[in-house]
T-cell receptor, first 111, second 116 residues
Framework: GQQVMQIPQYQHVQEGEDFTTYCNSS?????IQWYKQRPGGHPVFLIQ?????EVKKQKRLTFQFGEAKKNSSLHITATQTTDVGTYFC???????????FGSGTRLQVQP | GAGVSQSPRYKVAKRGQDVALRCDPI?????LFWYQQALGQGPEFLTY????????KSGLPSDRFFAERPEGSVSTLKIQRTQQEDSAVYLC??????????????FGPGTRLTVL
């Protein structure tokens, strides 16, 4: 079945530093979604990317979808302690509604 | 409005017992998904319903796992003869749209199942 690789597994930054997580698939994706899960919480939807080369911004968060629709990234500028959590990419295959989640990147922010 | 709710929030079962986990999706949401999340891992897809029809059950790990959504709203995930490897958080998610472009899923708080 489809696999989605996500790196890094873990990142510890000082507050104010930038953070990036990367997601790669071996197959072309219909769309890719990003979710955030706080410790002890459940995944919360952040964004969906559909078009090749798409870039979307939400305040300090920038999301990109690769030209070949096989990779994606999430970049956080000037991290804050409220950014702590695990960030998951989730890929949707063409013709299926099921999401295949990456293994997540756990972000720790030191104040 | 109310989000997705799940019950119970925690369940401890002895190996071999049957368990039933309930999901109440957001009202009006057509699609409903079940995921299994092991500690430190991403959610893994189990099954998907559109209204009452189970359209994809490719992620169910064995025939001990069974899900239903008889009236197209509330869903139940049943695990028969639980094993220790079934210990995980079971997440339910619902989604409004039938088709592109909006496929975002709204997750419930999950049921943490521990099998002793």
């Amino acid at each position: 079945g489809q696999q989605v690789m996500q790196i890094p597994q873990y990142q510890h930054v000082q507050e104010g530093e930038d953070f990036t997580t990367y997601c790669n698939s071996s197959t072309t994706l219909s769309n890719i979604q990003w979710y955030k899960q706080r410790p002890g919480g459940h995944p919360v939807f952040l964004i969906q990317l559909v078009k090749s080369g798409e870039v979307k911004k939400q305040k300090r968060l920038t999301f990109q979808f690769g030209e070949a629709k096989k990779n994606s990234s999430l970049h956080i500028t000037a991290t804050q302690t409220t950014d702590v959590g695990t960030y998951f990419c989730a890929a949707m295959d063409t013709g299926r509604r099921a999401l295949t989640f990456g293994s997540g990147t756990r972000l720790q922010v030191q104040p | 409005g109310a989000g997705v709710s799940q019950s119970p929030r925690y369940k401890v079962a002895k190996r071999g017992q049957d368990v039933a986990l309930r999901c109440d999706p957001i009202s009006g949401h057509v699609s409903l998904f079940w995921y299994q999340q092991a500690l430190g891992q991403g959610p893994e897809f189990l099954t998907y319903f559109q209204n009452e029809a189970q359209l994809d059950k490719s992620g169910l790990p064995s025939d001990r796992f069974f899900a239903e959504r008889p009236e197209g709203s509330v869903s139940t995930l049943k695990i028969q003869r639980t094993q220790q490897e079934d210990s995980a958080v079971y997440l339910c998610a619902s989604s409004l749209a039938r088709q592109a472009p909006r496929y975002e899923q709204f997750f419930g708080p999950g049921t943490r199942l521990t099998v002793l």
